[in-house]
């Protein structure tokens, strides 16, 4: 029996987007999430007395001009070979392009595979062969599978490959290939990297992504981490290690049925609160997303500032020092008239829909709305980047921004009424 790691992705050094330092301990977490958790990795490795290291691409971001990411990355590989574990490694996409993975000479331990083709290394003491090849340049758009050497007769068969297997969204389509390619190839086990998604595509032969070691931004939601694989006899048991410092999540919380403030922010603890509770100790960088019907629509339109702090604090006092929100989505919507509570309807509510509902379909008014705008637009250049265009250059922006404006308007008119603080 002998264990293995199969990771990919460390993307060292690369910046975790969305996230404003918001105090010196979130900073620093931020400057050094990639190298925190390829150290634990190292450990991972060393304390469960792993025969190998799998990297299947994009150890670096790109063309890294700062060497001292690559010093980095070699002395967690000495680390691993003063244990006398090997790390077997295929360049990805972003490997190709960076000065580091070319020139910085790599400590005995590390096999490099080709870019030029296919190559195998064999562990004779454990009977197995190790297949793979690298990217000789980031956009790899051939289907690198067929040039694999067959399978070592009588060996374990790993494969090693940074690809896109068809079905794998998300991420550009770099060495393509077809799930297929790999099951029929007579591989007892394909390491992929690229996919930022750990998943097993296959079982018998396992073809598995191990996904990345750190999130890097809300789109890379969830635990982050590595695969352990142990091989008994030919028989292949998978545990998906999480190695991450920071998480990243996406926060759905319903307002369906809010309509005071403090319902809001108890609403808001509570959905934050199964996230943290989930997660406990790692740091969190959250996203929340508000949706529902709610008369609190028009509110966070007029208040902006005032919701997005009462918001943010309701959320980061849950797991207080561990924390963040990253951003604040507002998906919900205004109440149909007929939900609308008896105590706030008015006149100047039922004047307000009624004047709205004419001028969505008042082509005149929506096409000299927009041409105003553009014209405003242009005036305030002066005084602006030309990126701060306006939003509104055509009658239908006007007309898909009415439902908002109604929103506000109402709201301002609640508040005018006295029903709203």
């Known amino acids: 029996m002998f264990k293995f790691i199969h990771c990919a992705d460390l993307h060292l050094d690369s910046p975790l987007h969305g996230l404003s330092a918001k105090s010196d301990v979130l900073a620093r977490d931020i400057r050094s999430a990639s190298r925190r958790a390829l150290a634990n990795l190292v450990k991972v490795a060393i304390d469960e007395k792993v025969a190998f290291v799998v990297i299947a691409g994009d150890v670096y971001d790109g063309d890294w001009p700062d060497y001292r990411t690559g010093l980095y990355f070699n002395s967690c590989m000495a680390q691993l070979g003063e244990a006398g574990i090997l790390v077997f ?205 709610t008369p609190l629509h028009g509110k966070f339109l007029a208040q902006s500032e005032y919701y997005r702090s009462e918001i943010e604090n309701a959320a980061t006092l849950v797991a207080p020092g561990r924390l963040w929100l990253e951003k604040i989505e507002y998906k919900t919507t205004p109440l149909l008239e007929s939900s609308v509570p008896p105590q706030l309807s008015s006149d100047a509510l039922v004047t307000l829909r009624q004047t709205m509902a004419r001028l969505m379909d008042d082509e005149a008014f929506l096409q000299a709305f927009s041409q105003h705008a553009a014209s405003l637009a242009i005036r305030l250049g002066a005084y602006g980047s030309r990126e701060d265009a306006s939003l509104i250059q055509s009658a239908e922006d006007v007309r898909q921004l009415l439902p908002d404006a109604e929103a506000l308007l109402s709201a301002l008119i609640y508040q005018g009424g006295g029903e709203a603080q």
């Open 89 to 293: 490694k295929v360049s990805g996409n972003h490997d190709a392009a960076s000065q580091i993975s070319r020139h910085l000479v790599l400590p005995d331990n590390v096999k490099t595979f080709s870019v030029d083709h296919a190559e195998t290394y064999d562990i004779e003491a454990l009977n197995v062969a190790i297949h793979g090849q690298g990217f000789k340049e980031r956009a790899v758009t051939a289907n690198l599978v067929p040039g694999y050497p067959p399978p070592t007769p009588g060996a374990i068969n790993i494969g090693v490959l940074h690809t896109s297997v068809e079905g794998q969204g998300g991420h550009e389509n770099y060495a393509p290939c077809r799930l297929s390619d790999l099951t029929e190839k007579g591989y007892d086990y394909w390491a992929l990297g690229h996919i930022h998604k750990a998943g097993i595509l296959h079982r018998n032969p396992f073809v598995v992504y191990s996904g990345n070691l750190q999130g890097r931004h809300v789109g890379e939601t969830g635990a982050k981490g590595a695969m352990l694989v142990s091989c008994d006899a030919g028989q292949f048991t998978l545990d998906f290690v999480p190695l991450d410092v920071i998480r990243w999540f996406r926060c759905q919380v319903d307002l369906g049925k809010v309509v005071e403030d403090r319902d809001l922010m108890t609403q808001v603890a509570r959905s934050v609160a199964k996230v943290a509770d989930e997660n406990p100790s790692i740091p969190l960088a959250v996203r929340l997303e508000l949706s529902g019907a």
